[in-house]
């Protein structure tokens, strides 16, 4: 089964950009141009794993994470912020809210594959483990 | 001899003869003494009774001898009660040759038909002395007044120099009523006033009269003993000014030192030392701002550039030439786009450094109005429409067509960028024969109440804009051309409903 992530992005180019990438490592791409969009979409597709920018009008990354942590259903998937703010600050804020991974643009397509793998390898192995507990 | 001896008989003559303290001596009309009583040898060292048969002169120094025997003379002729020597310190000569002082009190008697002289001799030399010593002890005295009186007058022209020369202010005392009694300083100099037409007039008089009552009570409330340090300003400089009762012995307060102090210069350098602070201040905001905002707005197309590139390796790499067309123009656009930020920046400081000449030139402004609409319309969102309203009767203006395209190009690229899709954008002119009035409203987001007042400020950006993308840049710029143009640049904004932004240019036509 192919793994399925759901990307929001605001800025058209980087959304393509990383849905390109994405593809041509065998990944399900499902795509939002901000948080307003995104949240119900996340809702309705249940991805693997979750890339979100920060900065964006409408509904910002920090809201679609506190969206999707109150729904027992979607709390769980993996979440990895992206972002432009390379602040300290902004990057414990963002791992405090529950984010799983932080990628700080500029990244290019090794940074972006290496960190979605570990996310969806250690999910796989989680899951494993827990169906040979039960 | 016989005259004096029935004298001499008598007991209670001869005891008081003996044991007088003066010598007492008779003297006959040649100036020979006939009788003397012991004390009078004793006084003048002779052996008792050697004094007898002596001239009177041979009592008395040798340098007064003549003149003393004139004198006698002349007295035995008219003789009469009288003393000598009172007050004059008259000397008598001892057997050994030394002197000492004497008073003498000289009495005519008349013994059988003939005048006698008798002289009570009483020695003066302690009082002398003592007299002497009293004098001394007197000039020396009056010596040291003097001195002292010198003394005081050179440190009261000092005190009066000290006051005189009080630099930048003035050195006062008020009497209860705040009359001058004493002033002195460099600044009445200055002012060309003397002191002499300052003192019995009243100081409040001097002062601004909406703050003569502040002084008047001030100053009043030194007379109860409380000092007082307070500033004031006249005639555009400020004073500081210091004043404390002056208390003699007694316990009542008639009179408050006043020192004026004129700290104008200080206090402009205080303000300038603070204008600094501020600027410094301001520069370091400026200077995170612009860290915040660089971060954001050079990593997204930096982002954009380094996914493209990895892009196209990788279709290179699957020989999916094609595909990497639209990358390498992504790349592009990014590097243009980082490109119009840096010559944001460089617009900022060409401004700044005013290098960018003004060049007005007489042109059609529908025409640039027209076209910027047309290039704008590219980058609206969906359903945005611009509304273009041109109000006048000439559009041929004189100004700079440069300087009012970019003005037009931020205020409308601002009004697109922070409204939402569907929402309408109105720009409208009104030319007159002296003046270009534009305003873009939008149905946006609006500007936050408390970010209103710093909205022109560099790297500046509200609250409500952190997810859009923005330089802070913009309305700083838009401000510069405009006063270049001498024009003006105003808004109007409520947050969620509407932003007007009015701009009024000066122009010939």
């Known amino acids: 089964m192919r793994v399925k992530i759901l990307l929001i992005e605001d800025n058209h180019e980087m959304l393509e950009n990383i849905e390109e990438i994405l593809e041509l490592a065998d990944y399900d791409v499902v795509t939002a141009e901000n948080g307003k969009k995104g949240v119900p979409l996340i809702k309705k597709e249940l991805p693997d794993l979750i890339l979100c920018d920060i900065m964006m009008p409408e509904l910002d990354g920090y809201g679609v994470l506190d969206a999707i942590s109150r729904d027992p259903l979607t709390a769980a998937i993996p979440f990895i912020f992206l972002t432009a703010k390379s602040g300290k600050e902004d990057f414990r804020k963002g791992m405090n809210l529950g984010a799983d991974d932080y990628l700080t643009k500029p990244f290019d397509d090794r940074q972006l594959l290496d960190t979605v793998e570990r996310r969806i390898k250690k999910v796989y192995l989680t899951t494993r483990q827990r169906f040979w507990n039960t | ?509």
Do not use: W
């Not at chain 2, 205020?411 to 009035?437: F, H, M, Q, V, W």
């Open chain 2, 1 to 509: 001899m016989n005259v004096s001896e029935p004298l001499l008989t008598d007991p209670i003559y001869k005891i008081l003869f003996d044991s007088i303290e003066e010598g007492f001596i008779i003297v006959d009309q040649s100036g020979e003494i006939i009788l003397a009583n012991p004390r009078t040898c004793k006084l003048f060292g002779y052996e008792e009774g050697d004094v007898i048969g002596l001239k009177v002169e041979d009592l008395i120094p040798v340098d007064l001898r003549k003149q003393h025997k004139v004198i006698r003379t002349d007295f035995h002729q008219s003789p009469k009660k009288r003393s000598m020597g009172a007050g004059m310190n008259l000397k008598a000569l001892r057997k050994d040759g030394s002197t000492f002082y004497v008073e003498i009190s000289l009495n005519p008697i008349k013994l059988q038909e003939t005048v006698f002289i008798s002289a009570l001799i009483t020695d003066v030399s302690e009082r002398v002395a003592q007299q002497k010593e009293i004098k001394e002890l007197n000039s020396h005295l009056e010596e040291k007044v003097k001195l002292r009186t010198i003394e005081v007058r050179e440190s009261q022209e000092l005190y009066s120099a000290i006051a005189r020369n009080f630099p930048n202010g003035t050195i006062n005392v008020f009497d209860r009523d705040l009359n001058y009694i004493f002033v002195e300083g460099k600044e009445l100099f200055q002012l060309g006033i003397t002191s002499e037409k300052l003192i019995g007039t009243n100081y409040l008089e001097k002062i601004a009269e909406e703050i003569r009552p502040k002084i008047k009570r001030a100053l009043l409330t030194v007379f109860k003993g409380e000092a007082q340090d307070f500033e004031i300003e006249f005639k555009g400089q400020i004073y500081r000014i210091n004043a404390v009762p002056l208390s003699y012995d007694s316990d009542q307060i008639d009179r408050i030192l006043v020192v004026e102090k004129n700290i104008t210069e200080q206090k402009q350098i205080i303000i300038q030392q603070n204008a600094a602070l501020e600027k410094e201040k301001r520069l370091n905001e400026m200077k995170s701002r612009f860290v915040s905002m660089a971060s954001h707005e050079f990593r997204t197309p930096l982002s954009t550039i380094l996914s493209s590139t990895s892009l196209i390796d990788k279709y290179i790499e699957r020989e999916l030439y094609d595909k990497t067309g639209k990358h390498t123009d992504r790349i592009k656009k990014s590097v243009h786009g980082l490109t119009e930020i840096l010559n944001d920046f460089l617009s900022v400081d060409k401004l700044e450094t005013q290098i960018t000449p003004v060049k007005i030139l007489s042109f059609n402004y529908e025409q640039v109005s027209k076209d910027m609409v047309e290039e704008m319309g590219t980058v609206t969102k969906a359903g945005q429409i611009i509304t273009r309203e041109l109000i006048g009767e000439n559009f041929t203006i004189s100004s700079d067509p440069n300087i009012i395209k970019n003005i037009l190009y931020n205020l409308i690229s601002n009004a697109i960028k922070y409204s939402g899709e569907n929402k309408p954008i109105l720009y409208r002119t009104e030319i007159s024969n002296d003046s270009l009035k534009i305003f873009v409203r939008d149905k946006g987001i609006g500007i936050p109440k408390q970010d209103q007042g710093q909205l022109f400020t560099r790297f500046f950006r509200a609250k409500n804009v952190t997810n859009i993308k923005g330089t802070g840049l913009g309305l700083n710029i838009v401000q510069k051309y405009l006063e270049m143009l001498d024009g003006k640049l105003t808004f109007e904004s409520e947050e969620n409903e509407e932003t007007t932004f009015y701009i009024t240019i000066p122009i010939n036509q």
